[in-house]
């Protein structure tokens, strides 16, 4: 139990600096949403530019994050000369892509259906070569269990991306219109939505700085054998990285190449994803779930394998994950008719929030295929991940590619739900055979069943106003909450305010 709440408290602290950071984030849809039309398709551009992004970004880390903490913890490694080799890799392969893109931006951006604007492609393309390059440093402060600097970090980022957006979306804007030959030295209306790009570099860039004690005081040591047994476990990896990302971001990128629709407006491709991208936003509740649990649960299982009991812990620590994601699921899905005013402004985006729920499902499915993927991690047999996220982004490349140019995005969110189902099922029935783990599956699937149960009562609830509806969701939450309380998680066990009730009993 004490390593429970360890956990816990770690979780905690990720949580709070990725739901903190996620939140403020939102800050940038109600924005762009309000002053980039659905007709107009930036968002869609936005969204379509960020998914290349995060693929790339796992290409150039190549799973080297998890294989840092599998490497640091062997008791034969040293954990410095880890570090230091896996700092030069990837380090050096950020700064090969870069000079890869920009030598060949011209091309690039034209295949990629930019060629008007080839400095969207060139100004992300460094901008993901930093990012890869920092999530090694990023790990080092979770291998040393300094989550506050983490969260510190990237907080501090998002916060001078939404200064810098709101300056150039909105402040500068309206400046100019009044003192055009002042603000126009560092501001240009025809640059549009490539300000969204060029600030995220900049801060992107800026918070490199603020490593310098992780990068600096020791001596860079560069391991040939290491790195080739690093590179040995880390390739399946990064073919189950591929998988993973593409399950979350290849409908992004097929959507507008397989869309049949207006050229422009609204029914266009870009619009249709702009529609998209934007209601997806609204699930990414479970994904700052997800991330948090991620970020603290990964050095957590690595440095727990040697115990006896690390078994019954994964067991207790994946019901506990399905707990709290079904309640993130029933709190987004009960108040969504206020969340939808507050995180997307502009009406035409709406038709798109019936893709929330199944979403926000498959990211559940994800956190579990996550929780399940450290049996064969810890086994060294990572290879079994890049079979069961390549099966999964098998089926969610299918279903996008047959049925995308009938039912446009809602295909995407279906076949994010059976790609991650597929992964999830997949990797749990081969686990239990090579790496037995005893989960609570009647325990697990009450929850789903009530769950289940709760959301349909909602769907239905007669159309009163929305204070008797939000009403009558606020009772059905507590429901669930004095479940999860009955069962599972006593109030004298809740971190910080448990002691009171500690003391009352």
């Not at 995308?404 to 597929?422: D, E, L, N, Q």
Request: proline fraction near 4%; include cysteine; charge should be positive.
């Amino acid at each position: 139990m004490t390593n429970l709440k360890s956990l816990a408290k770690d979780t905690a602290i990720y949580g709070m600096s990725s739901i903190i950071g996620r939140f403020l984030n939102y800050l940038l849809v109600p924005l762009y949403t309000a002053k980039l039309s659905a007709a107009s398709g930036g968002y869609g551009i936005i969204t379509n530019v960020y998914a290349y992004t995060a693929l790339l970004l796992v290409l150039l880390t190549y799973g080297m994050e998890t294989t840092f903490f599998r490497y640091a913890n062997k008791e034969e490694e040293k954990p410095m000369q880890v570090y230091s080799t896996t700092l030069i890799m990837v380090g050096f392969t950020s700064l090969l892509f870069i000079a890869c893109v920009l030598g060949f931006l011209s091309p690039i951006a034209s295949f990629l259906g930019y060629s008007q604007h080839p400095e969207y492609i060139g100004i992300m393309a460094v901008c993901v070569a930093i990012d890869a390059f920092q999530c090694i440093p990023f790990a080092y402060l979770r291998y040393k269990k300094r989550p506050i600097k983490f969260a510190s970090l990237k907080i501090l980022f998002i916060v001078m991306n939404i200064f810098l957006n709101v300056l150039y979306f909105v402040w500068l804007p309206t400046l100019y219109k009044s003192y055009p030959d002042i603000i126009g030295h560092f501001y240009n209306p025809q640059v549009g939505v490539g300000y969204a790009f060029g600030l995220n570099l900049v801060c992107t860039a800026s918070i490199t700085v603020f490593f310098w004690p992780e990068l600096t005081g020791f001596k860079y040591v560069f391991d040939k054998q290491l790195m080739k047994r690093m590179l040995s476990y880390s390739w399946p990896i990064l073919v189950l990285g591929i998988a993973g990302i593409l399950n979350q971001t290849i409908d992004k990128i097929i959507f507008p190449l397989v869309y049949q629709g207006d050229p422009t407006g609204l029914n266009s491709a870009q619009g249709q994803l702009g529609i998209y991208g934007a209601c997806v936003k609204v699930a990414m509740i479970m994904a700052m779930i997800t991330q948090a649990f991620r970020y603290a649960y990964e050095p957590f299982v690595f440095g727990k394998s040697k115990d006896k009991d690390s078994k019954q812990t994964y067991a207790v620590a994946m019901k506990y994950f399905v707990i709290f994601t079904l309640f993130a699921f029933l709190i987004v899905m009960f108040y969504i008719d206020l969340l939808k005013i507050v995180i997307i402004r502009d009406p035409d985006y709406w038709v798109g929030l019936r893709v929330v729920p199944i979403v926000m499902a498959a990211e559940i499915m994800m956190g579990i295929y996550f929780n399940l993927s450290f049996w064969y991690k810890l086994i060294d047999k990572t290879i079994w991940g890049a079979w069961f996220s390549g099966a999964g982004c098998l089926v969610l490349i299918t279903i996008n590619l047959l049925f995308i140019p009938r039912f446009s995005y809602m295909a995407c969110a279906w076949a994010g739900f059976a790609g991650y189902a597929t992964a999830m099922l997949l990797s749990y029935f081969v686990g239990q055979k090579k790496f037995p783990i005893h989960y609570d599956l009647a325990g697990i699937g009450k929850y789903i069943l009530l769950a289940g149960i709760l959301y349909a009562l909602s769907c239905n609830v007669p159309n009163w106003g929305l204070a008797v509806r939000l009403g009558i969701n606020t009772i059905l939450l507590f429901v669930f909450m004095a479940y999860i309380i009955k069962k599972d998680f006593p109030l004298s066990q809740i971190p910080v305010i448990g002691r009171y009730f500690n003391k009352r009993k």
